[in-house]
């Protein structure tokens, strides 16, 4: 079992930068699809973004793409999601979240059963 702690959010002014960490303790960590996910108040949970086993594929969401980059760091159990030119609609809580050991996984929410606690993003326009 993996568990998932995440960090570095903050208020940021739009067109501001942030940079989010998921920290993971598991002795496996290159066995899991980590991905992003973000709820913002009144709003269901959706997926930002994913980064697999070895970090050589990556997929977005639409309302993300060409800002945000995912990426992992194997050797420190991290993976990190940089987003540039934030908007006050990227206002949310974000969180971090792995499938089952050894499966893939895509945009569902469902598809993942480990999540971190999440950290708040406040974009001021």
């Known amino acids: 079992q993996v568990q998932l702690v995440e960090s570095g959010g903050g208020l940021v002014q739009a067109g501001g930068s942030l940079r989010l960490s998921c920290a993971a303790s598991t002795r496996t960590f290159t066995s899991y699809i980590i991905a992003w996910f973000r709820q913002a108040p009144g709003k269901e949970r959706e997926f930002v973004a994913a980064?697999?086993?070895?970090?050589?594929?990556?997929h977005y969401a639409d309302s993300v793409k060409g800002r945000f980059t995912i990426t992992r760091d194997n050797t420190k159990n991290t993976v990190y999601l940089q987003m540039n030119s934030l908007k006050p609609e990227d206002a949310a809580v974000y969180y971090c979240a792995a499938p089952p050991s050894g499966r893939p996984a895509g945009i569902g929410r469902d598809e993942y059963d480990t999540w971190g606690q999440g950290t708040q993003v406040t974009v001021s326009s």
């Open positions: 980064v697999t086993w070895s970090g050589d594929s990556t």
